[in-house]
């Protein structure tokens, strides 16, 4: 049973636009939830968090936002470059409970 | 850089040998956590330490898997008898324990076991 969804395997965005990359989650213990985009052959790279005490959150040209009721975060992107072309994964965390839930991601790719 | 470091970054192993990967955790970070990734799927969760405690143990794949932090520093993630299902992306992350806690990842090590 997967705890993290994320639902579209696969987003185009023209450059300059806004992505909006969707989350959705089954576990209520989730508390603590946050975005990682990831290269090919590289690590996940943090990006942005959010608690479950908050509704959204911002920093520079990235937004998360939750709505625990639900159980459904997105990450917002604005505006989109190339460089933001990569996979992102959403992941979700009990803080009763250590280990990082991520989701299997969703591939971006910005377009010129 | 003081970033999570990761030994070796890829590894080609046949099928029965042993291998070893070792991870460098952030300096200041206390807990170290080991995942594996496969194609089209997300990390997936294997075990952690808090210091040199093994806090969980029970996702390791098989016991086949184990994994030390002697010293609370770096960690070593060992596959004995490798397999071919064993092919995939090792990720090693680290924080530190303060409530709400971030992840940080490193760069990986990818084993091929033909």
């Known amino acids: 049973d997967q705890q993290v969804k994320q639902n579209s395997p696969s987003l185009s965005v023209q450059e300059g636009r806004i992505s909006i990359l969707n989350c959705d989650y089954t576990?209520?213990?989730?508390?603590?939830f946050l975005w990682y985009k990831k290269y090919p052959a590289e690590g996940p790279t943090f990006l942005i968090s959010?608690?479950?005490?908050?509704d959204k959150n911002e920093d520079g040209r990235f937004t998360v936002f939750l709505n625990k009721s639900a159980k459904h975060l997105s990450l917002h992107i604005v505006p989109s470059q190339p460089g933001d072309s990569a996979v992102y994964f959403c992941?979700?965390?009990?803080?009763?409970?250590?280990?990082?839930?991520f989701g299997k991601g969703t591939r971006l790719s910005v377009i010129a | 850089d003081t970033g999570v470091s990761q030994n070796p970054r890829h590894k080609i192993t046949k099928r029965g040998q042993n291998v070893t990967f070792r991870c460098d955790p952030i300096?200041?970070?206390?807990?170290l956590y080991w995942y594996r990734q496969t194609l089209g799927q997300g990390p997936e969760f294997l075990t952690y330490?808090?210091?040199?405690?093994?806090?969980?143990k029970s996702r390791l794949l098989s016991d086949r898997f184990s994994a030390e932090r002697p010293k609370g520093s770096f960690s070593t993630l060992e596959i004995q008898r490798t397999e071919q299902g064993d092919s995939a992306m090792y990720l090693c992350?680290?924080?530190?324990?303060?409530?709400?806690?971030?992840?940080?990842f490193g760069p990986g090590t990818r084993l091929l076991v033909l």
């Open positions: 576990n209520s213990m989730f508390d603590y």
């Open positions: 959010i608690s479950s005490i908050k």
């Open positions: 992350a680290s924080s530190f324990r303060s409530g709400a806690e971030t992840q940080y």
């Open positions: 300096s200041e970070h206390n807990r």
């Open positions: 330490f808090q210091n040199e405690a093994q806090l969980e």
């Open positions: 992941a979700a965390i009990d803080s009763g409970n250590t280990p990082l839930v």
